[in-house]
């Protein structure tokens, strides 16, 4: 009130020099020597100062007023200005209150503001007094900003959003280079994380939002826009930053990301998935749902405050992505550069929306780049793939004629990719040339499957043709001719299984099976002649046993029981070491070869019991019979020191 005093006397002074110039005027107009033209002049200055007089009046009871709501908004504000608790968290209907109030003296302030003849002393003393009490009030609401967004937002646990069943996502923790040395396993290691599906999260308490949008408005209106944006963005950052700590990402330059081994990078790599599909198929757009509950009045403060808040993020994810793309092409990173590549490209429609307006644009331009870039990588190390089966030698021949460590990698790998057909076709569509064969075999032009002439099947193709010249040169380490046989039967008929029994078939079609099928049946029948030839040719009758000297025939035959005996052992302990993993195939092999071996070996059997008796045939019809049931079981076995049972 002190200050209230000291302008009462500025105000009557106002009013005395005011009734002053009255007297003079009408003093003057008194007078005989003022001319006409003078005594209009004098006129209308009698007029403009009773019109003074009378808004000199008005505004005096307009400052009263005026005066007397400032006094009651003052008391309010400055009784919580004492009380350091949040005004939301003692009573929501006082918070309203509250507001009321604040808004009363935004209102003070244009009042006072708004003479049109210039503010006096005391106007401007009021206007100065309401400015005071606004600033503090703002800066309450900016604690009350805080403190809400900070205390009421919710949680935002993995358990309580929803995953729609999805391809799973798939690991290949082999590096190609180990084929020649360790075995490929023939399942791949799988997660289930699938994409969010469309979930929709209240990051801060709904009952919270109509508080926060009304302090808003309030401090928008007041000219305090400018704190309110820094306050929030702040706050929605550091929120941000802490559900990335639980999604485990960490901070990672592009030079870090390059630096790394690949078992590392590949759960970097699955983190960043997992993290991608909930924070911007979830988080980032309940952000923008809240953005524009509280900010929805203004487009463009709501575009740069989302902006701001989730750029920093937004730039990590595209660096890591960038670093990737700009990695070695290693095969085993192919399956996670489409992961990748489809993540975004699901993601790409919410990009686009959330990032909408021009403060966005650098986001959505440089998330279009992204996948471009993941794309080229991804079609880069396909070609180093195809390029890797081809080149991949061998010094030694693979132990046994088993299923090569090349073969199985390769075929799992393909199969693997059939999980990615549509994101590869769109890949590869640019990349297959008209130089490629087509896909022959198919019947008629009815039986013609757009899938079978698709790109993606057209590589496979090419990638399978590569293995199979790449078998046929290891085949020749074999010195045996029999064993090269085995070898390559095996890993054929591994391929054609593996086609067969998966999604590669739609892309391979029943020609090419047909025609796989008639190669390992081939080299199937062309491992009989070179091993048991010679065997089976101890057998034959060479007319010899009907000479007339009969101890030349006794003493023929009993050489040819001893090295047919001393042959078959050969074979049984050479082919006991071979293996044929696949036991409908073992079998069929142990059966043919027994059609071949045992009715020769009764009939021999018969026609030398006859001559010399039983004492020089070591084995049984039977004994053989149960000794070729152990070929192909990859155990070396000898026969030499058994007896005849």
């Known amino acids: 009130m002190g200050d209230c005093k000291s302008i009462i006397p500025t105000y009557e002074g106002e009013q005395h020099m005011i009734a002053a110039a009255q007297h003079i005027v009408k003093a003057l107009g008194a007078s005989r020597s003022v001319t006409d033209d003078m005594r209009r002049i004098l006129a209308d200055l009698e007029t403009h100062l009773s019109t003074m007089t009378i808004l000199s009046e008005s505004d005096g009871e307009k400052c009263s007023e005026l005066e007397e709501r400032l006094k009651c908004a003052e008391k309010k504000v400055m009784s919580w200005e004492s009380n350091q608790s949040i005004i939301w968290d003692s009573d929501p209907g006082e918070a309203a209150e509250y507001l009321q109030v604040v808004d009363e003296i935004r209102s003070l302030t244009e009042d006072v503001g708004s003479s049109s003849l210039g503010l006096n002393g005391k106007q401007k003393e009021l206007l100065h007094r309401a400015n005071v009490v606004l600033q503090m009030a703002m800066v309450r609401l900016e604690e009350e900003l805080i403190h809400i967004l900070v205390h009421k937002k919710q949680s935002f646990e993995l358990e309580n959003i929803s995953f729609r069943s999805c391809r799973e996502d798939i690991v290949y923790e082999e590096s190609f280079v180990s084929v020649q040395d360790e075995l490929v396993e023939e399942t791949s290691q799988r997660d289930s994380s699938g994409n969010v599906s469309e979930y929709s999260i209240d990051l801060v308490h709904p009952d919270v939002i109509p508080y926060l949008k009304s302090i808003a408005?309030?401090?928008?209106?007041?000219?305090?826009?400018?704190?309110?944006?820094?306050?929030?963005?702040?706050?929605?950052?550091?929120?941000?930053?802490?559900?990335?700590?639980?999604?485990?990402?960490?901070?990672?330059?592009?030079?870090?990301?390059?630096?790394?081994?690949?078992?590392?990078?590949?759960?970097?790599?699955?983190?960043?998935?997992?993290?991608?599909?909930?924070?911007?198929?979830?988080?980032?757009?309940?952000?923008?749902?809240?953005?524009?509950?509280?900010?929805?009045?203004?487009?463009?403060?709501?575009?740069?405050?989302?902006?701001?808040?989730?750029?920093?993020?937004?730039?990590?994810?595209?660096?890591?992505?960038?670093?990737?793309?700009?990695?070695?092409?290693?095969?085993?990173?192919?399956?996670?550069?489409?992961?990748?590549?489809?993540?975004?490209?699901?993601?790409?429609?919410?990009?686009?929306?959330?990032?909408?307006?021009?403060?966005?644009?650098?986001?959505?331009?440089?998330?279009?780049?992204?996948?471009?870039?993941?794309?080229?990588?991804?079609?880069?190390?396909?070609?180093?793939?195809?390029?890797?089966?081809?080149?991949?030698?061998?010094?030694?021949?693979?132990?046994?004629?088993?299923?090569?460590?090349?073969?199985?990698?390769?075929?799992?790998?393909?199969?693997?990719?059939?999980?990615?057909?549509?994101?590869?076709?769109?890949?590869?569509?640019?990349?297959?040339?008209?130089?490629?064969?087509?896909?022959?075999?198919?019947?008629?032009?009815?039986?013609?499957?757009?899938?079978?002439?698709?790109?993606?099947?057209?590589?496979?193709?090419?990638?399978?043709?590569?293995?199979?010249?790449?078998?046929?040169?290891?085949?020749?380490?074999?010195?045996?001719?029999?064993?090269?046989?085995?070898?390559?039967?095996?890993?054929?008929?591994?391929?054609?299984?593996?086609?067969?029994?998966?999604?590669?078939?739609?892309?391979?079609?029943?020609?090419?099976?047909?025609?796989?099928?008639?190669?390992?049946?081939?080299?199937?029948?062309?491992?009989?002649?070179?091993?048991?030839?010679?065997?089976?040719?101890?057998?034959?009758?060479?007319?010899?046993?009907?000479?007339?000297?009969?101890?030349?025939?006794?003493?023929?035959?009993?050489?040819?029981?001893?090295?047919?005996?001393?042959?078959?052992?050969?074979?049984?302990?050479?082919?006991?070491?071979?293996?044929?993993?696949?036991?409908?195939?073992?079998?069929?092999?142990r059966i043919s070869t027994s059609q071949k071996l045992i009715p020769a070996y009764r009939t021999f059997c018969g026609r030398v019991s006859n001559q010399i008796g039983d004492k020089y045939i070591k084995y049984t019809a039977d004994d053989l019979g149960n000794y070729l049931l152990d070929l192909f079981d990859g155990s070396p076995r000898s026969l030499r020191n058994f007896r005849r049972r």
């Open 217 to 589: 408005d309030v401090m928008f209106a007041s000219n305090y826009g400018q704190e309110f944006c820094q306050a929030f963005i702040t706050t929605r950052k550091d929120a941000l930053d802490e559900y990335l700590v639980i999604l485990e990402m960490e901070k990672l330059s592009i030079q870090d990301v390059l630096k790394l081994e690949w078992s590392s990078l590949n759960s970097e790599i699955r983190k960043w998935i997992r993290a991608m599909k909930i924070i911007i198929g979830a988080y980032l757009i309940g952000e923008k749902r809240l953005c524009n509950q509280i900010l929805g009045v203004s487009v463009s403060v709501n575009s740069l405050c989302f902006t701001e808040i989730s750029k920093a993020l937004m730039l990590r994810f595209l660096n890591f992505g960038i670093a990737v793309a700009l990695g070695p092409h290693q095969p085993e990173k192919l399956f996670r550069l489409l992961d990748m590549y489809e993540v975004l490209a699901d993601l790409l429609i919410d990009i686009d929306t959330l990032f909408s307006e021009e403060a966005g644009s650098f986001v959505r331009t440089e998330f279009h780049e992204l996948l471009r870039s993941l794309g080229d990588s991804a079609r880069a190390t396909f070609m180093e793939f195809e390029n890797a089966v081809a080149s991949n030698a061998s010094t030694n021949p693979f132990p046994g004629g088993g299923i090569h460590h090349l073969t199985r990698y390769v075929m799992n790998y393909i199969k693997t990719l059939t999980d990615y057909a549509d994101t590869l076709n769109l890949l590869l569509e640019d990349q297959d040339g008209k130089d490629l064969d087509p896909i022959v075999g198919l019947e008629n032009e009815q039986d013609i499957s757009s899938v079978i002439f698709c790109p993606m099947a057209r590589r496979l193709r090419s990638v399978t043709s590569i293995l199979e010249f790449n078998l046929d040169c290891k085949s020749k380490l074999y010195k045996d001719g029999s064993l090269q046989q085995i070898f390559l039967m095996n890993n054929l008929h591994y391929m054609v299984q593996k086609v067969k029994d998966s999604e590669l078939v739609v892309f391979f079609g029943d020609e090419w099976i047909r025609k796989c099928i008639g190669k390992f049946q081939h080299h199937a029948t062309s491992y009989v002649r070179p091993t048991w030839s010679s065997v089976l040719s101890l057998l034959m009758d060479d007319g010899k046993s009907g000479s007339s000297s009969g101890s030349v025939s006794k003493t023929n035959l009993k050489e040819r029981c001893r090295r047919f005996s001393v042959a078959f052992e050969e074979v049984y302990k050479s082919q006991t070491g071979w293996l044929i993993p696949d036991p409908q195939l073992r079998e069929d092999l």
